[in-house]
């Protein structure tokens, strides 16, 4: 009852930017965390930034180069990549942990993905 949509992949050559968008709908009463995981072909899904009311964390990797967001008002959340490197290529993934408007109990909800080719 709780859905999440990404937006914004997309082909970008490398040095190149990109900013990802995720909307979470459905029975939300509050949404205590929002991240983002990269997944390639052949490789487990891995986490790239996190966001809570406290702050953020983001994988050795990215650290310095992208930035995660959201907007508590909306229920959105953004990534926002610089310097992409062929190694950030892959399928982005929104996840959410959320308390239900319904039976104020918490889930965990997956979007779809949104796909990031670095190409020359």
């Known amino acids: 009852q709780v859905h999440l949509v990404e937006s914004g992949g997309g082909l970008v050559q490398p040095g190149g930017s990109l900013r990802l968008s995720c909307a979470a709908s459905g029975s939300i009463f509050r949404i205590y965390v929002m991240r983002w995981y990269r997944q390639t072909l052949g490789q487990q899904r891995e986490m790239v930034a996190t966001?809570?009311?406290?702050?953020?964390n983001y994988a050795d990797s990215v650290k310095g180069r992208f930035t995660i967001s959201r907007d508590t008002t909306k229920n959105t959340a953004s990534l926002q990549m610089n310097s992409l490197e062929h190694e950030n290529a892959g399928v982005y993934y929104c996840?959410?942990?959320?308390?239900?408007?319904?039976?104020?109990?918490?889930?965990?909800?997956w979007g779809q993905g949104t796909l990031v080719t670095v190409s020359s």
């Open positions: 966001i809570t009311g406290v702050g953020t």
């Open positions: 996840n959410a942990g959320v308390v239900t408007n319904t039976t104020r109990t918490n889930l965990d909800a």
